[in-house]
Protein backbone atom coordinates (compact mmCIF):
# COMPACT_ATOMS: atom_id res chain seq x y z
CA UNK A 1 0.00 0.00 0.00
CA UNK A 2 1.10 3.54 -0.87
CA UNK A 3 1.15 6.57 1.46
CA UNK A 4 -1.89 8.31 1.56
CA UNK A 5 0.41 11.38 0.41
CA UNK A 6 1.61 10.13 -2.81
CA UNK A 7 1.42 13.14 -5.67
CA UNK A 8 1.28 10.96 -8.70
CA UNK A 9 -0.26 8.88 -10.64
CA UNK A 10 2.33 6.29 -11.56
CA UNK A 11 4.43 5.96 -8.69
CA UNK A 12 8.12 5.93 -8.95
CA UNK A 13 10.21 2.78 -8.92
CA UNK A 14 11.77 1.44 -5.60
CA UNK A 15 15.06 0.67 -7.54
CA UNK A 16 17.16 3.83 -7.37
CA UNK A 17 20.25 2.79 -9.32
CA UNK A 18 17.66 2.96 -12.31
CA UNK A 19 17.13 6.48 -12.19
CA UNK A 20 16.71 7.74 -15.73
CA UNK A 21 13.90 9.64 -16.41
CA UNK A 22 12.84 10.04 -20.07
CA UNK A 23 9.73 12.60 -21.31
CA UNK A 24 7.50 10.16 -21.84
CA UNK A 25 7.62 9.71 -18.03
CA UNK A 26 6.95 13.25 -17.18
CA UNK A 27 3.56 13.91 -15.79
CA UNK A 28 1.45 16.09 -16.81
CA UNK A 29 2.39 19.56 -14.76
CA UNK A 30 -1.38 20.48 -14.70
CA UNK A 31 -1.76 17.54 -12.39
CA UNK A 32 0.72 19.17 -10.13
CA UNK A 33 -1.53 18.86 -6.69
CA UNK A 34 -0.58 20.86 -3.24
CA UNK A 35 -2.56 21.33 0.06
CA UNK A 36 -1.03 25.12 -0.44
CA UNK A 37 -0.06 27.15 -2.29
CA UNK A 38 1.99 30.55 -0.43
CA UNK A 39 0.23 33.85 -0.77
CA UNK A 40 2.47 36.74 -0.39
CA UNK A 41 3.00 37.29 3.56
CA UNK A 42 2.00 40.25 5.94
CA UNK A 43 5.74 40.64 7.17
CA UNK A 44 7.07 40.40 3.29
CA UNK A 45 8.37 44.22 2.18
CA UNK A 46 5.62 44.57 -0.55
CA UNK A 47 3.07 43.58 1.69
CA UNK A 48 1.74 46.80 1.63
CA UNK A 49 2.62 48.16 -1.62
CA UNK A 50 -0.03 47.87 -4.05
CA UNK A 51 1.57 47.79 -6.79
CA UNK A 52 4.29 45.39 -5.81
CA UNK A 53 1.07 43.34 -5.24
CA UNK A 54 -0.42 43.75 -8.07
CA UNK A 55 2.82 42.70 -10.21
CA UNK A 56 3.32 39.75 -8.20
CA UNK A 57 0.08 38.33 -8.73
CA UNK A 58 0.68 38.85 -12.30
CA UNK A 59 4.13 37.17 -12.42
CA UNK A 60 2.48 34.43 -10.52
CA UNK A 61 -0.39 34.06 -13.19
CA UNK A 62 2.44 33.27 -16.01
CA UNK A 63 3.09 30.23 -13.66
CA UNK A 64 0.06 29.71 -13.12
CA UNK A 65 -0.78 28.89 -17.00
CA UNK A 66 2.28 26.89 -17.10
CA UNK A 67 0.85 24.29 -15.40
CA UNK A 68 -1.96 24.31 -17.86
CA UNK A 69 -0.21 25.02 -21.00
CA UNK A 70 3.50 23.22 -20.37
CA UNK A 71 5.14 26.21 -21.43
CA UNK A 72 7.27 28.39 -19.93
CA UNK A 73 6.24 32.21 -20.64
CA UNK A 74 9.35 34.87 -20.42
CA UNK A 75 8.67 37.67 -18.04
CA UNK A 76 9.35 40.87 -19.61
CA UNK A 77 10.88 42.34 -16.22
CA UNK A 78 10.84 45.99 -16.11
CA UNK A 79 13.37 48.58 -15.40
CA UNK A 80 12.89 48.75 -11.39
CA UNK A 81 12.98 44.95 -12.03
CA UNK A 82 16.50 44.88 -13.44
CA UNK A 83 17.83 47.08 -11.53
CA UNK A 84 17.36 45.39 -8.39
CA UNK A 85 18.75 42.37 -10.25
CA UNK A 86 21.54 44.79 -10.88
CA UNK A 87 22.41 45.71 -7.47
CA UNK A 88 21.72 42.26 -5.77
CA UNK A 89 23.74 40.07 -8.30
CA UNK A 90 26.72 42.60 -8.52
CA UNK A 91 27.29 42.31 -4.69
CA UNK A 92 26.74 38.76 -4.60
CA UNK A 93 29.05 38.07 -7.26
CA UNK A 94 31.96 40.14 -5.13
CA UNK A 95 31.62 37.80 -2.72
CA UNK A 96 31.15 34.60 -4.73
CA UNK A 97 34.45 35.10 -6.39
CA UNK A 98 35.90 34.30 -3.11
CA UNK A 99 33.54 31.90 -1.07
CA UNK A 100 31.87 29.86 -3.66
CA UNK A 101 32.68 26.60 -5.00
CA UNK A 102 34.47 26.94 -8.62
CA UNK A 103 32.33 24.54 -10.06
CA UNK A 104 29.42 26.54 -8.91
CA UNK A 105 30.91 29.67 -10.39
CA UNK A 106 31.89 27.89 -13.82
CA UNK A 107 28.34 26.74 -13.86
CA UNK A 108 26.88 30.34 -13.61
CA UNK A 109 28.90 31.56 -16.35
CA UNK A 110 27.53 28.51 -18.39
CA UNK A 111 23.97 29.28 -17.69
CA UNK A 112 24.61 32.75 -19.01
CA UNK A 113 23.41 34.47 -15.47
CA UNK A 114 25.15 37.52 -14.91
CA UNK A 115 25.19 41.04 -12.82
CA UNK A 116 22.97 43.04 -16.37
CA UNK A 117 19.79 41.33 -16.28
CA UNK A 118 17.45 39.00 -15.23
CA UNK A 119 17.51 34.97 -16.54
CA UNK A 120 14.48 33.69 -18.04
CA UNK A 121 13.91 30.50 -16.69
CA UNK A 122 13.30 28.99 -20.59
CA UNK A 123 16.87 29.82 -21.76
CA UNK A 124 17.77 28.31 -18.41
CA UNK A 125 16.16 25.05 -19.28
CA UNK A 126 17.31 24.65 -22.53
CA UNK A 127 20.80 24.47 -21.38
CA UNK A 128 20.08 22.40 -17.96
CA UNK A 129 18.25 19.66 -20.49
CA UNK A 130 21.07 19.51 -22.52
CA UNK A 131 23.33 19.35 -19.56
CA UNK A 132 22.49 16.66 -17.07
CA UNK A 133 18.59 16.59 -18.26
CA UNK A 134 17.37 18.91 -15.66
CA UNK A 135 14.17 20.92 -15.78
CA UNK A 136 12.82 24.04 -13.90
CA UNK A 137 8.95 24.65 -13.68
CA UNK A 138 7.55 27.86 -12.68
CA UNK A 139 5.83 27.68 -9.83
CA UNK A 140 3.59 30.65 -8.35
CA UNK A 141 4.69 30.54 -4.54
CA UNK A 142 6.65 28.27 -1.84
CA UNK A 143 4.71 25.14 -1.81
CA UNK A 144 4.36 22.33 0.99
CA UNK A 145 7.52 19.99 1.08
CA UNK A 146 6.46 16.63 0.16
CA UNK A 147 5.20 18.67 -3.02
CA UNK A 148 7.82 20.15 -3.75
CA UNK A 149 10.94 17.67 -3.44
CA UNK A 150 8.30 15.37 -4.82
CA UNK A 151 9.08 17.01 -8.34
CA UNK A 152 12.83 16.34 -7.74
CA UNK A 153 12.30 12.77 -8.66
CA UNK A 154 11.47 13.52 -12.10
CA UNK A 155 14.22 15.69 -12.32
CA UNK A 156 12.63 19.11 -12.53
CA UNK A 157 13.27 21.85 -9.72
CA UNK A 158 9.42 24.32 -9.51
CA UNK A 159 10.90 28.09 -9.22
CA UNK A 160 9.34 31.46 -9.00
CA UNK A 161 9.55 34.18 -11.18
CA UNK A 162 8.88 36.98 -9.54
CA UNK A 163 11.61 39.56 -7.61
CA UNK A 164 11.98 40.60 -4.22
CA UNK A 165 10.73 44.18 -2.98
CA UNK A 166 12.77 47.21 -4.15
CA UNK A 167 13.29 48.36 -0.42
CA UNK A 168 15.07 45.55 0.68
CA UNK A 169 17.10 44.46 -1.68
CA UNK A 170 19.37 42.38 0.68
CA UNK A 171 16.45 40.37 1.94
CA UNK A 172 13.64 38.18 0.51
CA UNK A 173 11.38 35.91 3.03
CA UNK A 174 10.10 33.68 0.33
CA UNK A 175 11.97 32.29 -2.93
CA UNK A 176 12.42 35.09 -5.84
CA UNK A 177 14.44 34.76 -8.94
CA UNK A 178 17.17 35.79 -7.39
CA UNK A 179 17.43 32.88 -4.92
CA UNK A 180 16.26 30.57 -7.63
CA UNK A 181 18.72 31.83 -10.58
CA UNK A 182 21.67 32.73 -8.59
CA UNK A 183 20.99 30.36 -5.79
CA UNK A 184 19.72 27.34 -6.84
CA UNK A 185 20.09 26.79 -10.85
CA UNK A 186 23.62 26.43 -11.29
CA UNK A 187 23.97 23.75 -9.02
CA UNK A 188 21.50 21.16 -11.45
CA UNK A 189 24.53 21.52 -14.39
CA UNK A 190 26.29 19.59 -12.00
CA UNK A 191 24.73 15.83 -12.73
CA UNK A 192 26.08 14.65 -9.29
CA UNK A 193 24.10 17.36 -7.74
CA UNK A 194 21.29 16.60 -9.99
CA UNK A 195 21.15 12.82 -9.76
CA UNK A 196 21.30 13.29 -5.34
CA UNK A 197 18.10 15.73 -5.85
CA UNK A 198 16.40 13.32 -7.87
CA UNK A 199 17.25 10.72 -4.63
CA UNK A 200 15.78 13.31 -2.42
CA UNK A 201 12.57 13.19 -4.85
CA UNK A 202 12.47 9.30 -4.91
CA UNK A 203 12.12 9.66 -1.40
CA UNK A 204 9.54 12.63 -0.67
CA UNK A 205 7.31 10.21 -2.71
CA UNK A 206 7.83 7.05 -0.45
CA UNK A 207 8.86 8.65 2.89
CA UNK A 208 6.95 8.79 6.26
CA UNK A 209 6.05 12.00 7.68
CA UNK A 210 9.20 11.32 10.03
CA UNK A 211 11.45 10.42 7.34
CA UNK A 212 9.72 13.58 5.20
CA UNK A 213 11.02 15.44 8.36
CA UNK A 214 14.74 14.06 7.78
CA UNK A 215 14.87 14.61 3.66
CA UNK A 216 13.24 18.35 4.77
CA UNK A 217 16.86 18.50 6.96
CA UNK A 218 19.07 16.81 4.45
CA UNK A 219 17.67 19.33 1.89
CA UNK A 220 18.27 22.05 4.37
CA UNK A 221 22.10 21.49 5.14
CA UNK A 222 22.93 20.70 1.68
CA UNK A 223 20.76 21.99 -0.98
CA UNK A 224 19.92 25.24 1.10
CA UNK A 225 23.16 25.69 3.20
CA UNK A 226 25.83 23.65 2.65
CA UNK A 227 29.87 23.62 2.00
CA UNK A 228 31.89 21.63 -0.21
CA UNK A 229 35.78 21.15 0.18
CA UNK A 230 37.78 22.10 -2.81
CA UNK A 231 41.46 21.47 -3.42
CA UNK A 232 41.92 22.00 0.59
CA UNK A 233 39.59 25.03 0.93
CA UNK A 234 36.13 25.44 2.12
CA UNK A 235 33.37 26.66 -0.65
CA UNK A 236 30.10 27.66 -0.50
CA UNK A 237 27.70 25.53 -2.31
CA UNK A 238 24.21 25.95 -0.87
CA UNK A 239 21.24 28.34 -2.30
CA UNK A 240 20.62 30.08 0.94
CA UNK A 241 24.67 30.85 1.35
CA UNK A 242 25.32 31.60 -2.28
CA UNK A 243 22.00 33.94 -2.66
CA UNK A 244 22.42 36.13 0.60
CA UNK A 245 24.99 38.93 1.44
CA UNK A 246 24.69 38.24 5.04
CA UNK A 247 24.99 34.32 5.17
CA UNK A 248 27.41 33.84 2.52
CA UNK A 249 29.63 36.18 4.66
CA UNK A 250 28.77 34.48 8.19
CA UNK A 251 29.68 31.07 6.66
CA UNK A 252 33.18 31.53 7.32
CA UNK A 253 33.18 33.03 10.88
CA UNK A 254 33.41 32.05 13.59
CA UNK A 255 30.23 32.47 14.69
CA UNK A 256 29.37 29.20 12.99
CA UNK A 257 30.51 25.52 13.55
CA UNK A 258 31.42 23.96 10.25
CA UNK A 259 31.16 20.13 10.58
CA UNK A 260 32.15 17.42 8.31
CA UNK A 261 29.18 15.64 6.91
CA UNK A 262 27.73 13.12 8.55
CA UNK A 263 24.47 11.82 7.08
CA UNK A 264 22.86 10.77 10.37
CA UNK A 265 23.85 13.75 12.17
CA UNK A 266 22.21 15.68 9.42
CA UNK A 267 18.95 14.28 9.43
CA UNK A 268 18.63 14.64 13.35
CA UNK A 269 19.53 18.61 13.65
CA UNK A 270 16.79 20.73 13.78
CA UNK A 271 17.39 24.05 12.15
CA UNK A 272 15.59 27.97 12.28
CA UNK A 273 14.30 29.32 9.05
CA UNK A 274 15.02 32.78 9.83
CA UNK A 275 18.58 33.19 12.45
CA UNK A 276 21.70 33.04 11.05
CA UNK A 277 22.63 29.50 11.05
CA UNK A 278 25.12 28.54 13.87
CA UNK A 279 25.84 24.81 11.68
CA UNK A 280 26.88 24.20 8.50
CA UNK A 281 28.00 20.93 7.22
CA UNK A 282 30.91 19.99 4.78
CA UNK A 283 30.76 17.71 1.61
CA UNK A 284 33.89 16.09 0.79
CA UNK A 285 32.21 15.63 -3.00
CA UNK A 286 29.34 15.91 -5.07
CA UNK A 287 29.74 12.37 -5.87
CA UNK A 288 30.19 11.61 -1.73
CA UNK A 289 26.40 13.27 -1.17
CA UNK A 290 24.91 11.41 -4.26
CA UNK A 291 26.04 7.96 -3.22
CA UNK A 292 25.29 8.38 0.47
CA UNK A 293 22.00 9.69 -0.44
CA UNK A 294 21.38 7.34 -2.56
CA UNK A 295 22.15 4.21 0.39
CA UNK A 296 19.72 6.56 2.62
CA UNK A 297 16.59 6.25 0.14
CA UNK A 298 17.18 2.93 -0.44
CA UNK A 299 16.44 2.58 2.63
CA UNK A 300 13.18 4.06 2.63
CA UNK A 301 12.47 1.88 -0.73
CA UNK A 302 12.54 -1.68 1.31
CA UNK A 303 10.26 -0.49 4.57
CA UNK A 304 7.39 0.37 1.41
CA UNK A 305 4.94 -2.20 0.26
CA UNK A 306 4.27 -1.29 -3.39
FE1 LIG B 1 15.71 27.54 -1.79
Redesign the pocket.
Known sequence: MLPETALFKSEPTSNLTNFEVKDEDLPEFRDMRFENINELHLDHPGASDEDYRRRRDYIASLSKNFRETGTITDVEYTKQEQAIWRTVATRLEEIQSRRASTFYLDAKEKLGIGTERIPQLSEMNKRLNKLCNFRLAPIEGLVETRGFLSWLSYRTMLCTQYIRHHSRPEYTPE?DIV??AI??IPNFTNCDFADFSQFIGHGARIATDAQLEELGRLYWFT??FGLVEENGELKAYG??LL?SFGELENAFTDNVERRPFDLEQVINTPYEYSDMQPILYVIPSYAYLKETTRKYIESFSRSVVF
Do not use: F, Q, R, T
Open positions: PHEGHVEAGS
